[in-house]
């Protein structure tokens, strides 16, 4: 709600902006050890209904939710048969790491006496399936998918080579 307030606020493009080869109405530079999962899925599907890009600039990190927020980089372009595109960013420099959905440990305790252990695990479940279905609608190779499940609360993946930024179809600057 915050952020909708902000571009709300500041962001003055309607619909007629969107140019023939292509536009996005803003775009958001990303900075964060991450956060909830929730909020950054929700900032993704935002980001891609309001075609904002989003950029991780040089000496800047972004992961965990932030990295889902980042998948949601978008433009549009008003040519026949374009619409809406990838609009994301990478900068030489700057670190997007990704890890699969997990519950804190100081929490787990309190989860598992309040939902039961099926409860948790179903729970669990349920995150990994909404991440999977939101990256192969936002065209992320099933191989990053099976890289982000494998790692741990303390383990990201990182994407740092070239392979990576196109598995995610990131944008290197021009």
């Known amino acids: 709600?915050?952020?909708?307030?902000?571009?709300?606020?500041?962001?003055?493009?309607?619909?007629?902006?969107?140019?023939?080869?292509?536009?996005?109405r803003a775009v958001v530079t990303l900075n964060s050890p991450g956060g909830?999962?929730?909020t950054g899925l929700a900032l993704a599907r935002y980001f891609r209904e309001k075609s904002i890009a989003t950029v991780v600039e040089n000496g800047s990190y972004c992961y965990s939710a932030c990295a889902f927020a980042?998948?949601?980089?978008s433009g549009f372009s008003t040519q026949n048969g374009v619409g809406a595109y990838i609009?994301?960013?990478?900068?030489?420099?700057?670190?997007?790491?990704?890890?699969?959905?997990?519950?804190?440990?100081?929490?787990?305790?309190?989860?598992?006496?309040?939902?039961?252990?099926?409860?948790v695990l179903g729970g669990n479940r349920e995150a990994i399936a909404l991440m999977v279905e939101k990256l192969v609608e936002w065209n992320v190779?099933?191989?990053?998918?099976?890289?982000?499940?494998?790692?741990?609360?303390?383990?990201?993946?990182?994407?740092?080579?070239?392979?990576?930024?196109?598995?995610?179809r990131a944008n290197l600057p021009n």
């Open 70 to 73: 980042f998948l949601g980089g």
């Open 141 to 168: 190779d099933p191989r990053v998918i099976a890289r982000m499940v494998l790692q741990g609360p303390n383990e990201t993946y990182d994407l740092a080579s070239p392979e990576d930024l196109y598995m995610v």
């Open 36 to 38: 909830n999962y929730n």
């Open 87 to 119: 609009d994301r960013t990478i900068q030489p420099g700057a670190i997007v790491g990704f890890h699969a959905p997990y519950y804190p440990p100081d929490s787990l305790t309190d989860l598992v006496n309040q939902m039961g252990v099926d409860g």
């Open 1 to 24: 709600e915050a952020f909708e307030d902000l571009f709300q606020r500041f962001v003055h493009c309607s619909d007629g902006c969107f140019s023939p080869e292509g536009n996005s």
